[in-house]
């Protein structure tokens, strides 16, 4: 069996999905592994170095064509899927249901597509769960970001020449990109608060020393089985907007993350909010990706609004920590990896809840239902 390890052609993308720990623990598990020239060149490993973890360097061509296994962190380009053969596996952040067009390439060519993004949120499958890894870090670098840009310092500092009060940081979306936000907030010395419309969140918040926002949903499900946000009716959409403008105004940053997968990330931060803002305030939306949740968001760029609030709509944050991201990103996509090889072979039981909830397709059949339905939506459309 043959795992590929490719280099990332998306702009700006800096990880590398597997790193030479895996390549060790693949090989020896008898899976031959084979590299493309210059992989790991934004996280410090040369070519060399994958070859003394016992790595093959192949071209990029002879890589897509002859391997079982291709290990990405992003769904690679169009020429790149017109090169798979029947039965070829994909594995990496393939964006299924944002954009299931991009892979209709690969399933043509009959490929078994794996992505990371559906891996069951359930115990067994921690281990692999690349979302929870890279959101960790994305929660950490918005809070340095907006703690740089930020005209004022974050903790209150009693000096000689009088007292600084701390900076309040306002976390819209507790999971694992808020929390790591609001811990990396509170370690700076910020007062942050935080709102989400899960109810679990708000025990996780106050154990982080951050106060926690209520807003009556009206005993709405909130919740789904996964542990994710459900889609709001617009009047409960509408109580957190409400909410979020009231808190915006004495805030000096807001850190927005709130996600409900496989939609556009909900608008939260109204333009209003923003325009009662103090100048030299600080958003970043980490939903950017998704659409944002502030409406003045513009993804990818960071504006300064005409009243002095600098927003920040970063798409790729993980990619800025290339060697712990890639890290973390090749230890839960081996563990993946490691469910789909027996006596290094291919092996892949899709009786197996996890490989089952991630695989997207399989030998060329769509397998997962949302995603199918959502290219049957665009057939029908187009
Ligand atoms: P996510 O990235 O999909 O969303 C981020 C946050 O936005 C969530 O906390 C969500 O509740 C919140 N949100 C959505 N709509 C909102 C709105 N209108 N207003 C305010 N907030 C809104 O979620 P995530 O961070 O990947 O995961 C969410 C939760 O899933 C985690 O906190 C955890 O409890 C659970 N989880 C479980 C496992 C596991 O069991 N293996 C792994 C990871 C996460």
Redesign the pocket.
């Given at each position: 069996m043959r795992v590929a390890i490719l280099r990332e052609t998306q702009p700006g993308e800096t990880r590398v999905a597997l790193v030479t720990d895996a390549v060790k623990t693949l090989v020896s598990q008898k899976v031959e592994v084979g590299v493309e020239p210059g992989a790991g060149a934004h996280v410090g490993i040369s070519d060399a170095d994958y070859e003394a973890a016992g790595a093959g360097i192949v071209d990029r061509a002879s890589l897509l064509a002859d391997a079982d296994v291709i290990a990405a962190v992003n769904c690679p380009r169009v020429e790149d899927l017109d090169r798979l053969h029947k039965g070829s596996v994909l594995v990496g952040f393939l964006r299924p249901l944002d954009e299931p067009a991009a892979l209709v390439p690969a399933i043509h060519r009959g490929a078994t597509l794996f992505s990371m993004e559906l891996v069951p949120?359930?115990?067994r499958?921690?281990a692999m769960?690349t979302?929870?890894s890279m959101?960790t870090i994305a929660g950490y670098k918005a809070a340095l970001i907006a703690a740089d840009n930020l005209p004022r310092m974050f903790p209150l500092l009693m000096t000689a020449a009088g007292t600084v009060p701390p900076a309040k940081v306002f976390v819209?979306?507790?999971?694992?990109?808020?929390?790591q936000a609001i811990a990396t907030a509170r370690r700076l010395g910020a007062v942050v608060e935080a709102?989400?419309?899960?109810a679990?969140?708000s025990e996780?918040v106050r154990s982080l020393g951050a106060k926690f926002l209520e807003v009556d949903l009206g005993g709405l499900e909130?919740?789904d089985k996964?542990?994710?946000?459900r889609e709001?009716t617009e009047e409960a959409?509408n109580r957190?907007r409400d909410l979020i403008t009231k808190t915006a105004k004495t805030s000096d940053v807001i850190i927005t993350?709130?996600?409900?997968?496989g939609r556009r990330a909900?608008l939260?931060i109204r333009r209003e909010a923003v325009e009662n803002m103090r100048s030299g305030s600080i958003i970043i939306d980490l939903a950017a990706l998704n659409g944002g949740n502030c409406e003045l968001t513009q993804p990818g760029e960071t504006v300064t609004t005409p009243n002095g609030v600098t927003i920040f709509a970063p798409l790729n944050l993980p990619a800025t920590v290339p060697v712990h991201a890639s890290q973390l990103y090749s230890r839960n996509m081996t563990n993946l990896l490691k469910l789909m090889i027996k006596n290094g072979a291919l092996n892949l039981d899709m009786n197996d809840e996890i490989i089952q909830g991630t695989c997207v397709a399989y030998e060329g059949q769509v397998v997962n239902q949302r995603v199918a339905a959502a290219l049957e939506t665009r057939a029908t459309r187009s």
């Open positions: 949120r359930i115990t499958a921690q769960d979302l929870s959101a819209i979306g507790a999971g694992v990109a808020g929390l709102y989400d419309v899960r679990a969140a996780q909130t919740e996964g542990g994710y946000a709001l959409l957190g993350t709130a996600q409900v997968p909900p939260l």
